[in-house]
C-alpha cells in the first residue's frame, strides 16, 4: 500500500514546488532512463500504471518481470531502461510493482530527501499518527515479491484513510496537499477507469489502497468511513479473495450507516 502513500507525497511536493506538474517527463528527474522506453513517460502515465513500457506481473510465473527484476535501485534501472515499449503512454493500462519504486525515487529526487523523512515530516508527526512506522525495500528472496512496503499499525493505516478523506488537511486546518489534488487522484484514468493516481477504485467515489494478500484502505467519502485492514492470504492475488473483500467493505459500510 505505499504507493498509494506515495501519491500523498506527490501531491505534497506538487504543493512545495518541488514538482512542477505530473505532465513532467519522468526523465527530468531520473536522468539514467533518459534514451529509454521512458523517454516518452510522464509522471502522470507511471501514476496510472499506463507508462507504455512492457511488463509482466504475474506472481505465479516465476519468469516474470516481477520474479526476476533485480531490486537494487541502480539494478532495477538497468533492467527497466532496456524493456522495449508495447504501447503509446497515458492509453494502456499496465500494473507495474517496479514503477512504484520510480515513482518513489522520482520523488525522492524531486525533493532532495527520502522518503521516509519527507511522510515524516509532511504527514506523519503533523497529523498525529500514534505510532512509528518502517518504510522498507522488499529484496529478493525470503519469500517477498520485490518493491516496498509501508509497516505501520493498523489504527496509521486508518488514520492515513482520514487524512486522504480530508483531503491532506492537518488539524489547525493547514493544507498539505494542493488543493483538488485527491478528486484528481481518484478520477479514472484513461487505461483503467478503475485506476487514479496509484489508488484503486471501487465506484460512487469510493477509492481504496490495497496491497496483495489482503491489505488495505478502503475510503468512502459518501458515507465518511474509513476501514483499514492488515493481511497475510496464503496467495497473493485471487479473485475469490478479492470478492470476500470488497463484500465485507460493503457489509460494514451498510452497517455503519444503519
Known amino acids: ?49 499506463a507508462s507504455g513500457v512492457e511488463w509482466d506481473e504475474d ?10 527484476t533485480p531490486w537494487n535501485t541502480l539494478e532495477m534501472y538497468e533492467y527497466l531502461r532496456n524493456k522495449p515499449r508495447a504501447s503509446a503512454p497515458g492509453e494502456v493500462f499496465n500494473y ?35 505510532h512509528d512506522a518502517y518504510w522498507v525495500l522488499s529484496e529478493p528472496g525470503g519469500g517477498e515479491f520485490g518493491g ?24 489547525d486546518g493547514s493544507k498539505v496537499l494542493p488543493d483538488g489534488w485527491m478528486a484528481e487522484s481518484t478520477a479514472p484514468s484513461k487505461g483503467n477507469p478503475d485506476y487514479g493516481y496509484l489508488w484503486w ?14 491489505q488495505a484502505i478502503h475510503i468512502d467519502p459518501k458515507e465518511n468511513v474509513v476501514i483499514a485492514l492488515h493481511g497475510a492470504r ?18 460494514l459500510i451498510d452497517a455503519v450507516g444503519q
Open 1 to 49: 500500500m505505499a504507493k498509494s502513500v506515495t501519491s500523498l507525497l506527490i501531491g505534497a511536493a506538487l504543493r512545495d514546488g518541488y514538482i512542477k506538474s505530473v505532465d513532467e517527463k519522468i526523465t527530468d528527474y531520473l536522468p539514467r532512463l533518459k534514451n529509454s522506453s521512458y523517454d516518452q513517460s510522464s509522471i502522470r502515465n507511471i501514476l496510472q500504471m
Open 59 to 68: 506472481y505465479a510465473d516465476p519468469a516474470s518481470d516481477i520474479n526476476t
Open 96 to 130: 507495474n510493482t517496479a514503477e512504484t519504486n520510480l515513482v518513489g525515487t522520482l520523488l525522492r529526487s524531486a525533493v532532495g530527501n527520502n522518503l521516509s523523512t519527507y511522510l515524516s515530516e509532511k504527514i506523519w508527526k503533523p497529523f498525529g499518527m500514534e
Open 148 to 171: 516496498s512496503s509501508l509497516n505501520a499499525s493498523l489504527r496509521d493505516y486508518a488514520r492515513i484513510g482520514l487524512f486522504a478523506l480530508s483531503g491532506g488537511t492537518l488539524a
Open 201 to 214: 477504485l471501487r465506484g460512487n467515489h469510493v477509492y481504496a489502497a490495497s496491497g496483495i494478500f489482503g
Open 234 to 251: 496464503d496467495v497473493a492475488s485471487k479473485q475469490e479473495d478479492w470478492a470476500q473483500q470488497r463484500a465485507l467493505f460493503a457489509a
